[in-house]
């Protein structure tokens, strides 16, 4: 049987360690924080579970998907339905009839395309939209890109909406129906007992050995010169020291708080929508379980987007023309020096992979590794 060596130990990391494991391979995992998990990490505070980087919840159109990942965890029945907050006016997400409704006083779904259509008519936005700015208008029109997508959007990403691409929002819900489940997918929820537990399951056999405040680049090229086939999960342009360049990310930064009080605002996901907000979002983690949690008491936390440096974590690739060709640039790299690296995950792949997406992407590579 084989020898392997994990960086990282998120989701594709995780699975591809305990599918491996699973087949009589010897399996280390080495993780540079305290903790497993990666982004996903829950934390038990006050008897609620707290998302620790960002809220994550699980939805999947793959049946196959929600089957595998139920078998670490059960999953409740948990919906996703944030509202935004737009100068202490509410409004409802993903953009509904409640959210026309809310606006313009529209009843029918015809009034509300009718009203998209005329402010789509008088900004003149036609053919192809070039930026995200054309794009959102020419899908819900003036009012609801100047209150609910243009403040979020140019805090999100750091640039003006008018410099973005069309292509970020150009899945973005609309719905015609009073219908607030942010998600299409059939299968959603949160797992009862949090994340973590899910990759201490999939990490839980003798074969596997976990060594955590492990840095892959503190001992690169031992790593590299031992025994083992290496599944890394890390950025792919700091794996060759940005020999080519750096690709492009964006960063956040959480403040979490206990409050000393049973509820704070009532939903799970608010998201704050004007541009003098300096955060994005507040989540109160225990609306996650439907107010489980001490009496009393309820964590929330802000999130704060940042430019990323060195110095601070990657959350979401910046996918434009330029990163795109770069990324595939080390891909080659990668083919070339490393044939025998898996490079995997939202930063080894670079991709803005959903929780069901890595688990399908991991579960692939174990494929293409073991001949399946």
């Known amino acids: 049987m084989g020898k392997y060596l994990v960086v990282g130990s998120g989701l594709f990391g995780s699975v591809f360690a305990n599918e491996a494991a699973k087949r009589g391979n010897s399996v280390q995992v080495i993780e540079k924080r305290d903790h497993v998990g990666g982004n996903i990490y829950t934390k038990e505070i006050e008897g609620i579970q707290v998302h620790e980087y960002g809220a994550h919840i699980f939805h999947t159109k793959m049946k196959d998907i929600w089957e595998y990942i139920n078998k670490f965890a059960n999953f409740n029945n948990y919906i996703n339905s944030p509202i935004a907050n737009y100068k202490g006016e509410i409004y409802n997400l993903p953009f509904n009839m409640n959210t026309f409704n809310k606006l313009w006083g529209v009843v029918t779904p015809d009034e509300a395309k009718e009203k998209i259509e005329d402010q789509r008519k008088r900004i003149g936005v036609q053919g192809n939209p070039k930026n995200l700015e054309e794009q959102a208008i020419s899908l819900v029109g003036t009012d609801v890109y100047t209150r609910l997508i243009k403040g979020y959007t140019e805090k999100q990403w750091g640039q003006s909406a008018k410099e973005l691409p069309a292509f970020i929002i150009r899945r973005l819900p609309v719905r015609f129906t009073y219908d607030n489940n942010y998600f299409n ?13 899910i990759i201490d399951k999939l990490l839980d056999d003798d074969l596997i050995d976990v060594k ?3 840095d892959f680049f503190d001992n690169k090229d031992k790593y590299l ?4 086939k290496i599944v890394f999960t890390g950025m792919i342009d700091k794996f060759f020291d940005y020999k080519l360049g750096e690709l492009e990310y964006r960063s956040l930064r ?16 608010v998201n704050y929508t004007d541009a003098e907000t300096p955060y994005t979002r ?8 439907f107010g489980k949690g001490n009496k009393g008491k309820t964590v929330i936390t802000r999130e704060y987007p940042q430019k990323w440096s060195r110095n601070n974590e990657p959350y979401y690739p910046i996918n434009n023309k330029k990163n795109k060709r770069l990324y595939s640039n080390y891909v080659n790299l ?6 025998n690296v898996i490079f995997g995950g939202r930063l080894g792949q670079y991709r803005y992979y959903n929780m069901d997406q890595t688990i399908m992407a991991s579960l692939e590579a174990v494929k293409r590794e073991f001949g399946e």
């Open 225 to 228: 010169n031992s025994d083992r």
């Open 334 to 339: 990668a083919r070339s020096e490393y044939p």
């Open 185 to 197: 997918d059939p299968y959603q929820g949160i797992p009862v007992g949090g994340y973590t537990q």
């Open 254 to 269: 959480f403040n979490t708080e206990v409050l000393d009080e049973d509820n704070y605002q009532g939903n799970a996901v």
């Open 282 to 289: 507040i989540i109160e983690h225990k609306h996650f379980e």
């Open 212 to 214: 955590l405040n492990t």
